[in-house]
């Protein structure tokens, strides 16, 4: 290479390093700044934050220091006279009746009764008695 390529590549290495540095060296001042700037912002929001707390503090104190109005007098009340107390007592068990009706008696005249209707009397009663056991 020639001695003139030599140098004007050294040139641009050496332009390109300096150019380098400088970008670092305002990274890191950037990065301090905004720190500073963003701690600045952040005490700035509690101070405002304080200031509102204050005054509600402050408002709170006053607001207990103030004695509340007398309340208005009890009128005294006079028992009532002869007052029973009242009692409570559980409902009485409702009452169940049971009425039984019988038929009226059948009258028959010896005459008019023969052999055969007392057997179907007899059969009868019989029916009877069974139906009531199947009530049961």
Known sequence: MRKRHVVAVAMLIGIGAALGTYAVTRTSELGVSSRVSAKKAA???VTVRTRRLDALEASLRKALALKPPALPRVPKLRPAPHSTPVVYSAAPAPTTRVVVRSAAPVRSTRAAASPASHGE????????????????
């Not at 009397?121 to 049961?136: A, C, K, L, Y």
């Open 43 to 45: 005490d700035a929001t």
């Open 121 to 136: 009397q007899d059969h009868g009663h019989q029916q009877s008695g069974s139906g009531g056991e199947s009530n049961d």
